[in-house]
């Protein structure tokens, strides 16, 4: 992502040269004349640097370098010439460091350079620190070379956190979860990762909830708003079934891959944003685009760094194991008193079956199973939907057989009753009833309340 400096102060001819020699150099830079609205801006922009002259119209400069050093960003301070004592204060404050008035444009901008640099050693110290903490979950991926290659291409995909990414593959086979894993591992992993739904609502609502409103520029929208694309400045947007985005908005989305600036509905005012976009879709976009339901130039721009991710059925049972092992890790701290293992005959069954629905699909029975086998070593088959009960049987499948007295039942129907059961045997006792069942007593509250139970 480009570099932001913030220039708090300075008169327009500073402004107008460094702002020229800046661009040059790929910096992007913005400006406030006074120390109040500095601040605020810095809350707002979250610049790399901060070049700030002292000599300011409301505040005290050594107010806003004190004010500004919390937030992390390295400040050059500007003072007038012979004004030695504010000079030897602001080092004491935290200045990167102290330039005399007038200032020469190559002596600035060596002195951002240097701030700069050790910005990006922070960031590369921060991100491998990040990869000691998050990459292990790479690693329910698999074992396989083809899935290992694909953990390696999203470790890359993380580090060009300026790219836009495209990630394919049917629904339920961990899209969403990769694209928080590149976010989590990336530069942006301390910025806000946002997701938004382009196959839900209408194109209106979808309009007013990525770009924001305008007082009035939305039939109910009765003060300013900001979208998702302006709550993820600096960070991350998973833009998922962009396949389905509709017609009228693509040209929009086009716009900000190309520019990075927008406009609220209704608005007039440019608004520039610094925002990664992964794209995520379980449609073939070539073949949208050949239908005419899908802009081409707007295919290239996502396709820029595609990811494909394949269904369940098209990997190696070592890594549906891998699948499954990090569902089991990743649910049982959730589900205390639940079993963690499933016995030979669960595990063949779960390795076994297609998974049309691929990991949502798996990980949905293990819960189930899970919660039904509350209190028991491992998971059993008989704690498994009857359709990989029957003999032979596979998730997804039809088949006879299977245990006859079986009344199939959904998740939120076990669960009930299992409430239903905890709250008999304590006599009411919502307390008791609440620690066998792993949850707080509020939670079970509000699950009695959901139920309806009569108790």
Not at 162 to 174: F, K, M, Q, W
Request: proline share 5%; charged share 30%; glycine share 10%.
């Amino acid at each position: 992502m480009a570099d932001r400096l913030l220039l708090i102060g300075g008169d327009a001819d500073l402004l107008r040269a460094a702002g020229d020699s800046f661009e040059r150099l790929g910096y992007d830079l913005a400006r406030e004349a006074t120390g109040e609205r500095g601040v605020e801006a810095h809350h707002r922009l979250r610049p790399s640097v901060v070049i700030l002259e002292l000599s300011l119209p409301d505040v005290e400069g050594l107010e806003v370098l004190e004010r500004l050093q919390p937030e992390g960003a390295p400040v050059i301070v500007i003072t007038g010439e012979g004004d030695h004592e504010r000079t030897v204060r602001a080092m004491q404050l935290g200045a990167e460091t102290c330039l005399t008035k007038p200032v020469q444009l190559q002596h600035l901008a060596a002195a951002a350079a240097r701030a700069l640099e050790k910005v990006r050693l922070r960031r590369q110290n921060a991100l491998l620190r990040a990869h000691d903490n998050v990459a292990p979950e790479l690693g329910a991926l698999g074992v396989s070379p083809a899935m290992q290659e694909l953990a390696r291409q999203i470790e890359l995909l993380a580090a060009t956190d300026h790219s836009t990414v495209l990630l394919t593959g049917e629904s339920g086979t961990g899209k969403g979860w990769v694209a928080r894993i590149v976010h989590r591992l990336s530069p942006r992993a301390d910025e806000p990762f946002v997701e938004a739904n382009c196959g839900g609502p209408s194109a209106t609502l979808l309009d007013s909830e990525l770009f924001g409103d305008e007082t009035g520029g939305f039939v109910k929208a009765r003060e300013r708003r900001q979208g998702l694309l302006e709550l993820a400045d600096h960070g991350t947007i998973l833009l998922d079934e962009v396949g389905a985005l509709a017609a009228e908005l693509q040209p929009k989305l086009l716009e900000v891959l190309e520019t990075k600036t927008f406009r609220r509905v209704g608005g007039t005012r440019e608004l520039r944003i610094d925002t990664r976009l992964i794209a995520a879709t379980n449609r073939d976009l070539a073949s949208e685009v050949k239908a005419g339901r899908f802009r081409e130039d707007l295919h290239d721009r996502l396709n820029a760094r595609p990811m494909r991710l394949p269904p369940l059925r098209e990997r190696s049972r070592e890594d549906r194991l891998a699948v499954l092992t990090g569902i089991l890790a990743d649910l049982g701290p959730q589900m205390p008193g639940c079993p963690r293992t499933c016995t030979e005959e669960a595990l063949d069954r779960l390795l076994s079956a297609p998974w049309p629905g691929n990991v949502r699909e798996l990980r949905n029975a293990v819960e189930r199973a899970m919660i039904i086998a509350r209190g028991c070593a491992a998971i059993g088959l008989d704690h498994l939907p009857p359709d990989l009960r029957r003999s032979g049987g596979a998730g997804g499948a039809g088949g006879g057989g299977g245990d006859r007295r079986h009344q199939p039942q959904s998740l939120a129907e076990v669960e009930r009753q299992q409430i239903e059961r905890a709250l008999k045997f304590h006599g009411g006792n919502r307390t008791r009833a609440a620690q066998e069942l792993g949850i707080s007593r509020a939670t079970l509250i509000n699950k009695i309340k959901a139920y309806a139970l009569d108790l």
